[in-house]
């Protein structure tokens, strides 16, 4: 089965600028999320969709930070502009159900901002 | 208080040795709890969920306390790829909105 994908890997990017990720959830998983990890702290929930609606945005950054996922399969993630303080990896993960049970992690996407 | 604390470690533990922590969390409406493992520069995977009637699954024994808001992870007879870091994770409750939250980590490293 393949796994949640995510590109790119690695993004640098000058602050001011704008970045979009990427992510394809495994087939079938109506639930999406996208996760930010600062180094050394624990992933931090940024939105989640369940198929293409939102759930819940309550710790995105609206003023910078959006989201979609029109079709309810894929989904991409901006940022616009960039903050140093954006520094971090960025995961996206999928279940087939609602409650976090199984939720499958992608390899993430580490943006550097300079 | 945070929502979920744990000791970030590291845990220097000799290999085969017994080591255990936990985790506390603040919203005694939480109702799932996992420990994830992350590798370095990975991606967490799950490795366990919690019950309150605990759980076992080879070396590894998690449990639940509800009365003192903690859970606990037990690894036995350690071996050289248990290093890593454990993330304890809880179900963030309200309105179908259910994404985990994480703690920070506590990073454990086995020693030859």
């Known amino acids: 089965e393949a796994g949640v994908a995510q590109s790119p890997r690695y993004k640098i990017i000058e602050k001011r600028q704008s970045v979009a990720f990427w992510c394809n959830p495994i087939?079938?998983?109506?639930?999406l999320y996208w996760y930010q990890q600062i180094l050394g702290q624990g992933p931090k929930l940024l939105i989640q969709?369940?198929?293409?609606?939102?759930?819940?945005d309550s710790q995105l950054p609206k003023d910078r930070f959006s989201a979609e996922r029109l079709k309810g399969v894929d989904s991409t993630l901006k940022i616009q502009p960039a903050k140093l303080e954006d520094s971090a990896v960025y995961l996206c993960a999928s279940s087939q159900v609602s409650g976090g049970f199984l939720a499958f992690f992608g390899q993430g996407t580490r943006l550097t901002v300079v | 208080r945070k929502e979920v604390e744990q000791d970030p470690g590291p845990f220097n533990v000799p290999e085969g040795a017994t080591v255990a922590f936990n985790c506390t969390y603040s919203?005694?409406?939480?109702?799932?709890f996992f420990w994830y493992r992350q590798d370095c520069r990975k991606e967490p995977k799950l490795l366990m969920s919690v019950y309150s009637s605990g759980n076992e699954d080879g070396r590894f024994t998690a449990q639940l306390n509800r009365a003192s808001q903690y859970i606990s992870l037990l690894i036995r007879d350690s071996k050289l790829s248990d290093s890593a870091t454990y993330l304890c994770v809880l179900n963030k409750e309200g309105g179908g909105a259910d994404g985990l939250t994480f703690g920070k980590g506590t990073h454990l490293i086995i020693q030859p």
């Open positions: 919203n005694s409406a939480s109702q799932s």
């Open positions: 969709f369940q198929n293409n609606g939102v759930v819940d």
């Open positions: 087939s079938g998983h109506a639930t």
